[in-house]
């Protein structure tokens, strides 16, 4: 059983470091079903590639005491295939990795690096499309190469047995965590009792990312060996925790940017040195001249179907739906509450059946992806990007450029130079504490402009709000459309 990790981030040896493991020497370790082995097969600058190599001893399993883990038949493929054993050596042998310690490199920790992982044979019995299912909502590039029965009987036709390559930029720990979970997913079984402690592991270790994931039911289903009472426990806690965890942030763009000081309390408001004119009956929030620019634009598209990314509480949605040349309306978020206080905003219980029709609204989250997002001419991300973590940007960027990919999408972030016009926010701080980052001008037209690059797009920024000469508006739009020949391809 083999595992083999890559790198080409330089200097690519500080694999190394995050691995625990010295490149220059074989470390060997006992485990209670054999042995594990790591070494390294290349260690340059360039490239780097540690391997761990599993040794299970069948024979002692076969007759070992211990019922949670003897097996009935000496022949079988266990010493071979990626199987829940790999998952225990993970943890064992990488542990550190696994919970994202380095003292020696810890800003690698953090940092998404280029990883490759290659798993020699792994069970998959739904065939490829089961692996693709698993791992590319999650970011990565997946290759297989499915084995036949026997090499020197083709007839026989083809194993349940793949050679799995996954690649992505993510950290290390992130691509560890995932291993260790869907290992024992794809091979139906583990080799140890199933109890309550499983669905500690399985809470832990899918925390942040399984929670939207499209298959989180059937993963935890064979994670916890179709234990039905396990399963139900598992994602009722799953979804408990992630309403808790992600209430605050479905309606962070709503709370964060109101625009007239009430008792201090709101960080994000109004600057008091901008100029305001002598005469106002109403004065238009800086996160409803958000909506209103989204808006704009859809309709200057042309769009007919239209995605609303991180939808929130329905504030976008309430004014598409007014809108009858969007024909479908799909509003996604990963907060059950903000969906749900989306439905109320909107009246969903009592709109007429053909306005009902009109609109979607899905629980989901934006670094998975999701065939439901396909086939729409445009997408509004409005005031999202910065609630995501830095390493899982990639991913987003896959999930809606290259899987998604509408004609039209249009991007707004919080332009990060405009903070110091705000009295009461702290130097170096950002507006929201769910904000994971705050981009300048400079860096959010940077990233926009590689994406597009790489997306067979073009962009141009507009800025969102009351200008200053200085620093710029306090909000900045980004509206990406597809070049003249990938839009004739499309048609």
Known sequence: MLLTISTTHQPATDLGYLLHKNPASLQSFSLNFGQAHVFYTETSIERCTAALLLDINTVDLVRSKDSS????????????????????????????????????????????????????????????????????????????????????????????????????????????????????????????????????????????????????????????????????????????EDVQQEEDTASATEAEEADVTTSGSIIDVEPAVESVPAVEEKRTSLHEQRLDAALEVLKQSGARRVLDLGCGEGRLLKKLLQEKNFEHILGLDVSYHALELAQKRLHMERMAPRQRARITLLHGALTYRDKRLAGYDAAAVIEVIEHLDPARLSAFERVLFEFAHPATVIITTPNAEYNVKYETLDAGTFRHQDHRFEWTRTQFQDWAAQVAERSGYQVRFAPIGTEDTEVGAPSQMGVFSLRAANAEDEI
Request: proline share 5%.
């Open 69 to 240: 883990i003897s097996m009935d038949q000496y022949v079988n493929d266990r010493p071979y295939v990626a199987s829940s054993f790999l998952s225990v050596a993970l943890a064992d042998v990488f542990g550190a990795a696994l919970n994202g310690r380095c003292k020696q490199r810890p800003e690698l920790v953090t940092s998404a690096i280029p990883l490759e992982a290659k798993i020699t044979v792994i069970p998959s019995r739904k065939g490829e499309e089961w692996l693709r299912k698993l791992f590319e909502p999650l970011g990565y590039q997946v290759e297989t190469l499915q084995h036949g029965l026997d090499a020197e009987h083709p007839e026989w036709g083809d194993s349940p047995y793949f050679t799995l390559t996954l690649r992505a930029t993510c950290r290390l720990s992130e691509l560890l965590t995932h291993l260790y979970v869907l290992i024992p997913v794809l091979d139906n079984a583990k080799h140890y009792w199933i109890g309550n402690d499983e669905v500690e592991k399985l809470l832990k270790r899918g925390s942040g990312w399984l929670q939207g994931h499209p298959e989180r039911r059937q993963i935890a289903y064979n994670y916890l060996r179709h234990k039905h009472n396990l399963t139900r426990d598992a994602l009722e806690r799953l979804l408990t």
